[in-house]
């Protein structure tokens, strides 16, 4: 049963690794940066929700519809200004601009909110509260709740680039950016939707990890990052679903390795995400474009 | 460059010299040019640069309402990089293009294509992760009032309507290039750049694609079209407009030019004669 256990909250943290992972995917495949800030960026939208809800009071879930605009906003500018400066140099130089910025936010992190680690509180019963199947599996609320939103989020994402005329002009964009700008299209305006998009959801993620877990000005790189890295690359790039897959494969690798021993729970992950690199380097799901 | 043209020189002037007659035939007596009036896209002594090497050199014309001008040369004669230039791909070095009396040499390409200079890009170029109909909604997500639109698309090709929910890559390569012209027309262009679009494709294919020409100028279009087959291009053109090594070695109607200067132009021999002097001058 504890092995049960494991696995269902493996499935349900993987929601958490996907809304980590779809925008870095997204980024990727569009506009072919790697953003090695994205995980700070995460990281950015915690501090600023809990600096939000500490000076405002409001409730935490409103402080979400404040501040994933605020950062799909600010996707948008660093998009339009930093990373096409660095894209309209080389595809290199966004490695190095994005590297960057993650050094730049984590310092900055470290300056003025030091190095100890701060939990979005919620008071709600939602986040602490859990249910119990049986004597041996217990689910957070939370996680339940995260993964809802994730599956909400890449169903939405889904129906955006498939259906909408902004998501044709992305697929269309990340296909062949000369040609969408043969058919009228400003593809530096597509970019920054598509970095709009990537900082809103993985927002989300960062503070839906701040209230599920802690934060530190460093957990953008040694944590989140690296697990979206991990989730694209056992999904399989480009695959928005594969996101999810990824990430609940990864989840999962990682309760299974808690439950041997729990100082294996981040080396478990690991190891199926360099199984996947060596076995299956295309991911699980090989191309099935965002749509 | 001009080492390539030699080793297939024999096979392939005589295929230039019986293209420009049996040009010559069709178009006896008629092809006057209509040099009244303002032209509607104009290019002044363009020189474009890629990296060290001079890709056009002084390259000047002048696309008239209604025409169907077509740039012929070899292989590397620079005339793709004309095209692209003049819907804002490259930078010149200098001189300038001018659109409907504008300026348009620093407008984007984007703009361009806004504007009404629209390209159907050589090797068709599709979005090959959408379907039929999804390209052709890009075509037409920024388009410009006109008479083109999707439905007018699939009335004149029935088949794309039956297939237009496939992706692209399983058309076949005649079926993407129409494709390709039916997203660049329903941009609603008043200049309709066409970069080789014989290219990879079999002859009865190309001549069925150039067919379609007459119906797409009766909607009041302007072409300027790149070939490199020069029959095809003699065939349907207006005027023509030789290009060799960068530089313009022929202007004319075909009517008004022999397959001898044709031939003469595009490989640049000098032993059959001078060619007619570069420029827009006849």
């Not at chain 1, 839906?208 to 056992?234: C, H, K, N, R």
């Not at chain 2, 119906?215 to 302007?222: D, E, F, S």
């Amino acid at each position: 049963m504890a092995w049960v256990n494991a696995i269902i909250q493996g499935v349900l943290v993987g929601g958490l690794y996907a809304l980590f992972a779809c925008g870095l995917s997204l980024m990727f495949g569009v506009m072919k940066v790697v953003n090695l800030a994205h995980g700070d960026l995460a990281v950015v939208a915690g501090y600023i929700a809990i600096g939000v809800i500490t000076v405002t009071h409001i409730p935490v879930l409103l402080s979400f519809v404040i501040v994933v605009p605020l950062m799909a906003v600010l996707g948008y500018v660093l998009q339009r200004t930093i990373l096409q400066g660095a894209l309209d140099r080389s595809v290199l130089a966004t490695l190095m601009v994005t590297f960057g910025l993650s050094v730049v936010i984590e310092n900055g992190l470290l300056q003025f909110f030091t190095a100890n680690s701060r939990a979005i509180g919620t008071g709600l019963s939602l986040v602490s509260g859990s249910f119990s199947i049986g004597s041996q599996i217990q689910i957070g609320y939370l996680l339940v709740v995260v993964f809802a939103v994730a599956v909400i989020v890449l169903l939405g994402l889904q129906y955006f680039l498939s259906a909408s005329r902004y998501g044709r002009l992305i697929r269309a964009v990340a296909d062949d950016r000369e040609a969408a700008q043969l058919a009228g299209a400003d593809y530096r305006h597509v970019f920054g939707i598509a970095a709009a998009i990537a900082f809103g959801t993985v927002a989300l993620g960062g503070i839906a990890y701040g209230m599920y877990s802690q934060l530190q000005p460093t957990t953008g790189t040694d944590t989140i990052l690296l697990f979206a890295f991990a989730a694209v690359v056992i999904g399989g790039l480009g695959s928005l679903w594969g996101t999810l897959l990824g990430g609940v494969v990864l989840g999962v690798a990682q309760q299974i390795g808690a439950q041997i021993s729990i100082s294996d729970e981040t080396l478990a992950g690991f190891i199926v995400f360099l199984a996947v690199l060596v076995l299956r380097p295309q991911g699980l799901i090989s191309r099935g474009a965002p749509s | 460059m001009g080492r390539r043209v030699e080793i297939g020189a024999t096979r392939e002037r005589a295929a230039v010299k019986g293209a420009g007659e049996g040009g010559m035939g069709r178009r006896a007596g008629g092809g006057e040019r209509p040099d009244s009036g303002t032209p509607l896209l104009e290019v002044h002594d363009l020189v474009v640069h890629h990296g060290q090497l001079r890709a056009l050199d002084a390259i000047s014309l002048r696309v008239f309402p209604g025409e169907v001008y077509a740039i012929i040369g070899a292989n590397g004669a620079g005339k793709s990089t004309l095209l692209r230039t003049i819907a804002g791909l490259h930078s010149p070095t200098t001189g300038a293009v001018f659109f409907d009396g504008q300026d348009v040499t620093r407008v984007r390409p984007e703009r361009r294509a806004t504007r009404g200079i629209v390209m159907v890009p050589e090797g068709r170029r599709l979005f090959e992760s959408l379907s039929v109909e999804e390209n052709l909604k890009v075509g037409a997500t920024y388009s410009r009032q006109g008479p083109w639109t999707i439905e007018r698309v699939y009335e004149m090709f029935g088949w794309m309507r039956e297939r237009r929910n496939q992706p692209t890559a399983q058309l076949s390569g005649g079926e993407q290039q129409t494709v390709a012209i039916g997203r660049a027309l329903v941009a609603n262009p008043r200049v309709l750049l066409l970069d080789e679009l014989s290219l990879g494709l079999a002859p009865v294919v190309v001549q069925r694609i150039y067919g379609m020409l007459p119906q797409i100028l009766a909607t009041g279009l302007t072409v300027l079209l790149v070939e490199q087959d020069v029959s095809q291009a003699l065939r349907v053109a207006s005027h023509i407009h030789c290009l060799l090594e960068g530089r313009t070695t022929l202007v004319g109607t075909p009517a008004g030019i022999s397959a001898d200067q044709v031939e003469a132009a595009y490989f640049g021999l000098a032993d059959t004669g001078p060619a007619s002097p570069p420029g827009e001058g006849e």
